[in-house]
């Protein structure tokens, strides 16, 4: 199934990003699991812009809004807990709405839940981290957040990362 990643944005927009130039590092770094799933515990990661509400703000999307090509680069922390009617969805180029019918289209949380009371695997962590998936420069998301949240899942004893990216 192919994703179109600009469905909601205007087409004169969507073509602008379609023909932007994607810069990928080669090769694709890649470090196996150190044991068995069953024995990992996994944190969920997602880049669908969530948050939960009353607990910690939204993403900027007044900034975005007036700096379109700046994208918020911090994170929000997901416990494994929270409860559908807590989440608050706030990505400019995706359906939020569909966000805050089922937060399973973007964490999987019920679903890995159900893989850890079935054994498939170890446990999942006791927090999940959301950022915003847009993000034309990731200097300050590569130097700061991502090694911010890689931290704290290194302190919760995470060994794998499950990424629903949007």
Known sequence: ????????????????????????????????????????????????????????????????????????????????EIKQEEIGACHLHTNNRDIILDLNIALPLQRFLELESEGVIGSLAPTSYSFMGYQMNTAEWRQRYAPEAAALMKEEGVDAVFLTPF
């Open 1 to 80: 199934m192919t994703v179109d990643s600009f469905k909601f944005l205007p087409g004169s927009i969507a073509a602008y990003y379609r023909n932007l130039p994607v810069q990928r590092d080669e090769p694709v770094p890649f470090t196996p699991l150190s044991k068995p799933l069953e024995q990992c515990r996994f944190a969920l990661v997602t880049t669908a812009g969530i948050h939960q509400v009353g607990k910690e703000p939204p993403f900027d999307s007044e900034r975005e809004k007036r700096e379109p090509m700046w994208g918020d680069p911090t994170f929000r922390r997901i416990p494994r």
